[in-house]
């Protein structure tokens, strides 16, 4: 059975709106020492330009009688961009399930302290939020405020032009100039689409409604846009999504896949490198700790959607052999690995779990877990859900240079003989 409310692209309701969850199971051996988090803020209110493409939608469709129930636009300019209540109230619940997930490592490394538990959102009010509801359900009762005994919690951020972090793309002026602009391949794409599916789908609603002059193709990907939003903020299929059928809903889920593919993901080569800051301070931090250097145990960051697209890209998760493109559509329709809307969606997250693991009784062993949406994946390369650590560093750094992981640990083994030699 279809169901629409599943297909929104990063417009996507979580698929966790709970605060259950099983404490973690770890061998006798082993502690989990650090947690690191990166989330996307939860469900928001449209964009500006989202709010002034539902404005033209609401001229057209005022004199269509099939929609003189809703045809208003609901959303106005002064909320835009922002934290919807129940956005809020996702993190407040990933917050809840994060202290029962990991009910042991939590009671182990509380009273909060910022220096032992950091939390980091992008210079936006929704990310913002998000950091603090998820602080309120993971930290409700070990303060001292109000008659919850709340906690506050210092939340720090860079501004935009500056976030090489967490807004690695708007922070990178190549990618701004190379991607975002002057992109011919993508623009040439976008235009076929149009022209092959948008185009279509708006001239079979004119007719079908009686609407002159004819619905652009933009319009038609407005009228998209309209059903998610419908479906986040009123929970209702019965308004805009009523007027796609379920194979135009496909088609425009995969349109906004393409793009996000080509614009954050793997159709650049640059895209592949944008997560690097990201991911080296998370290898720079682990280190740190590992060898005495550092007090942080938990670094929560609050970002964005193609925060974790970068980041996703340069651990090699959800590649596709056949990139993303019109002429593919067919192909990558149903089976593609890149799918936003179950992967990207408002409040995703991707958790690394850091564990030392004592075997024999003498060496000890570091390993990183990755869950993505708080569940357990491999990453490429690794063999296994729970990575050898110095495996991680490899792979990552083999992405980052694009040499193979084998040639960059023979490179190391030669530095250290190398090395060795000096006086």
């Given amino acids: 059975c279809f169901d629409i409310t599943k297909h929104m692209g990063t417009k996507t309701l979580p698929l966790l709106f709970t605060d259950k969850a099983k404490p973690i199971k770890t061998h006798h051996t082993c502690e989990l020492q650090q947690l690191y988090l990166i989330a996307r803020h939860g469900t928001r209110y449209p964009t500006d330009t989202d709010i002034t493409s539902f404005n033209e939608l609401e001229k057209i469709f005022q004199n269509v009688p099939y929609a003189k129930d809703w045809y208003k636009n609901p959303f106005p300019l002064r909320k835009q961009g922002l934290l919807t209540y129940r956005g809020e109230k996702e993190h407040y619940l990933m917050g809840k399930r994060s202290r029962k997930r990991y009910q042991k490592f939590w009671n182990k490394n509380l009273p909060y302290d910022p220096n032992v538990i950091s939390f980091q959102s992008t210079s936006v009010a929704r990310t913002g939020m998000s950091g603090f509801a998820y602080s309120l359900g993971l930290l409700n009762g070990e303060g001292i405020l109000g008659k919850d005994e709340s906690q506050s919690v210092y939340i720090s951020s860079t501004p935009k032009a500056q ?34 599916y948008l185009s279509k789908i708006a001239t079979r609603i004119s007719e079908s409604l009686h609407i002159t002059p004819e619905l652009t193709p933009k319009q038609a990907e407005a009228i998209y846009k309209a059903c998610a939003f419908a479906i986040s903020y009123y929970d209702e299929t019965n308004t805009w999504c009523s007027l796609l059928k379920q194979n135009e809903i496909l088609e425009i889920e995969y349109y906004g896949d393409m793009l996000d593919y080509h614009l954050y993901s793997y159709g650049n080569e640059l895209n592949e490198k944008l997560g690097c800051r990201l991911i080296s301070n998370i290898i720079s931090n682990i280190d740190k700790y590992l060898i005495g250097n550092s007090t942080l145990k938990a670094d929560l960051k609050f970002a964005h959607s193609e925060s974790l697209q970068f980041l996703t890209t340069i651990m090699g998760l959800y590649e596709d052999e056949v990139p993303l493109t019109v002429n593919s559509l067919p192909e990558n329709m149903y089976k593609r690995k890149f799918r936003t809307s179950s992967i990207f969606y408002f409040s995703s997250s991707v958790y690394f779990e850091i564990y030392t693991c004592v075997e024999k009784g003498v060496h000890t062993s570091t390993y990183i877990h990755a869950l993505v949406n708080e569940k357990s994946v491999t990453i490429p390369g690794c063999g296994s859900n729970y990575c050898e650590w110095n495996k991680f560093k490899e792979l990552i750094a083999s992405k980052l240079l694009g040499i193979s992981a084998s040639a960059l640990r023979r490179w190391n083994r030669k530095s250290k003989i190398q090395s060795s030699r000096l006086p």
Avoid: I
Wanted: proline residues 3%.
């Fill in 163 to 196: 976030d090489e972090e967490l807004l690695m793309h708007t922070a990178c002026p190549r990618w701004l100039e190379t991607v975002d602009k002057n992109n011919v391949f993508l623009e040439n794409e976008k235009a076929e689409f149009s022209a092959k």
